[in-house]
């Protein structure tokens, strides 16, 4: 039997010390990146606990939508909610906005 342990781990050690070993550090930096982004990724949509938002534009990471924005407002928004819906979100800076473009539904949303 103590000679099966030596057989089955001496391959390993063969393996460790030959040529292969200049990639085991790389592979395992991928591998892991990888794994981390799948479980950040499951573990931050599964949650059931927040509101679905309304549709919106996508927006860059750190100014939200402020670059495409003109300067008339209203007019923008009455072009995205032709594009999205009465209710759209957005995103100024890191802080997301949420426009209802319909009197009859901002009558309804309030206390």
Request: without cysteine; hydrophobic residues 40%; glycine residues 8%.
């Given at each position: 039997m103590e000679e099966l342990n030596n057989q089955g781990s001496s391959w390993w050690w063969e393996l460790s010390g030959s040529n292969h070993d200049h990639l085991t550090l790389p592979l395992a930096t991928i591998l892991a990146m990888?794994?981390?982004?799948?479980?950040?990724?499951?573990?931050?949509?599964?949650?059931?606990?927040?509101?679905?938002l309304p549709p919106g534009p996508l927006s860059l990471s750190i100014v939200g939508y402020l670059p495409f924005l003109r300067r008339d407002l209203h007019k923008e928004f009455?072009?995205?909610?032709?594009?999205y819906g009465p209710?759209?979100?957005f995103h100024?800076?890191?802080?997301?906005?949420?426009?209802?473009?319909?009197?009859?539904?901002?009558?309804?949303?309030?206390?």
């Open positions: 990888i794994f981390s982004i799948l479980w950040w990724r499951w573990n931050s949509s599964g949650s059931s606990s927040t509101p679905s009455h072009n995205m909610a032709h594009i209710i759209f979100k100024l800076g890191s802080k997301l906005h949420v426009v209802i473009n319909t009197p009859d539904i901002v009558k309804g949303s309030g206390p």
